[in-house]
T-cell receptor, first 116, second 123 residues
Framework: AQKVTQAQTEISVVEKEDVTLDCVYE???????LFWYKQPPSGELVFLIR??????QNEISGRYSWNFQKSTSSFNFTITASQVVDSAVYFCALSVIETSGSRLTFGEGTQLTVNP | GAVVSQHPSRVICKSGTSVKIECRSL??????MFWYRQFPKKSLMLMATSNEGSKATYEQGVEKDKFLINHASLTLSTLTVTSAHPEDSSFYICSAREKGGRVDFRIPPGEQYFGPGTRLTVT
């Protein structure tokens, strides 16, 4: 069975601060995919990134960066110079290849509030 | 591309009535659609996996007679909440997986595209 843990339930920062959202996952599969999604107050999930288990390269996209460490089963997400518009719930998710359709297992989410 | 719509976006119904939620893939064919439920300040919980032309696979603890899922075409899946009660009030989200995803780790399994969600309130 798969499990995703986001230990930080809520984080509050002041604009322009850097913030890191933690994600730890569990799976027995050697091939898997990790995702981050953003859910603003409107409710719609916004896809941010997908990594496969064979690619441990860190990735940077603008103010966003991701640190994938297989040794610690972590896939952390950092927002640099946070902005008020970054306020949302962020979900980390895990998918393994299944014959039934590669379903996603979500973490509990981290509510990020960026204050002006 | 890869847009998924849900209708309605919000619905209020009376206890004991049934309500149908539609999930459509607008510009791609979806062999698999997923239905999730989300309570306030909680995570998404997978309710069922729906494959076109076959019966849905329900997660443990989800009543299949309560939550009827139909995936009649490659672009449409419906979730019907039968005899709704206030405890069924929730945010329901669907996602669609594009047809043709290959089982090869270099090519991700068909990406799931999420709909905007439907907020159901049962009074």
């Amino acid at each position: 069975a798969q499990k995703v843990t986001q230990a930080q339930t809520e984080i509050s920062v002041v604009e322009k601060e850097d913030v890191t959202l933690d994600c730890v996952y569990e799976t027995r599969d050697t091939t898997y995919y990790l995702f981050w999604y953003k859910q603003p107050p409107s409710g719609e999930l916004v896809f941010l990134i997908r990594r496969n288990s064979f690619d441990e390269q860190n990735e940077i996209s603008g103010r966003y960066s991701w640190n994938f460490q297989k040794s610690t089963s972590s896939f952390n997400f950092t927002i640099t110079a946070s902005q008020v518009v970054d306020s949302a719930v962020y979900f980390c998710a895990l998918s393994v290849i299944e014959t039934s359709g590669s379903r996603l297992t979500f973490g509990e989410g981290t509510q990020l509030t960026v204050n002006p | 591309g890869a847009v998924v719509s849900q209708h309605p976006s919000r619905v209020i119904c009376k206890s004991g009535t049934s309500v149908k939620i539609e999930c459509r893939s607008l510009d791609f064919q979806a062999t698999t659609m997923f239905w999730y439920r989300q309570f306030p300040k909680k995570s998404l919980m997978l309710m069922a996996t729906s494959n076109e032309g076959s019966k849905a696979t329900y997660e443990q603890g989800v009543e299949k007679d309560k939550f009827l899922i139909n995936h009649a075409s490659l672009t449409l899946s419906t979730l019907t909440v039968t005899s709704a009660h206030p405890e069924d009030s929730s945010f329901y989200i669907c996602s669609a997986r594009e047809k043709g995803g290959r089982v090869d780790f270099r090519i991700p399994p068909g990406e799931q595209y999420f709909g905007p969600g439907t907020r159901l309130t049962v009074t």
